[in-house]
Structures are given as structure tokens and as C-alpha cells.
């Protein structure tokens, strides 16, 4: 957060049933629900579009590798 902020990072046990999950294929059961939550300023909407791709980034060169957000995708999917 180039301007500054606060991060907060929430996790809560929570039981998924038939009216939570009717419009995706997730099992029912329980899981742990990962919020995240900053006070920066919000990202434009075609950044928020490709903030998933494993090697896109907003940053300079040398400055990074766009990684962050796939690699942490990547773990909480598996």
C-alpha cells in the first residue's frame, strides 16, 4: 500500500449448507473462511481483473515478480 494502511486478516470456522453452496460445485461441510481486508486505496477495476495471473504486476522492473497474490490463491485452493 503505497499510501499507507492497515491489513487485517480474519479466519473463521464455518459449515457450508445446500442454500451457501447451490450456485457453485463446493462440497458441503465445513471449512475455514480467510478474509483479508486493507484501509489503502482501492485498485481500478482492470487491475482487479488480472490480479490473479501468476505474472502480472503492477511494479517496476527489478521490483518484483507479480507472484504474491497466485502463489497465495494457489495455496488456499489446494
Do not use: C, H
Not at 459449515?15 to 486505496?41: A, C, Q
Amino acid at each position: 500500500m503505497p499510501g499507507g494502511g492497515d491489513l487485517y486478516v480474519q479466519t473463521e470456522n464455518i459449515t457450508l449448507d445446500e442454500d451457501y453452496v447451490r450456485p457453485s460445485s463446493i462440497e458441503l461441510g465445513r471449512y475455514v473462511k480467510i478474509s483479508v481486508t486493507d484501509t489503502g486505496i482501492e485498485i481500478d477495476k482492470a487491475t482487479q481483473e488480472r490480479v490473479f495471473e501468476p505474472f502480472f504486476t503492477t511494479k517496476e522492473m527489478e521490483r518484483g515478480t507479480g507472484l504474491g497474490l497466485a502463489s497465495a490463491y494457489g495455496i488456499i485452493k489446494s
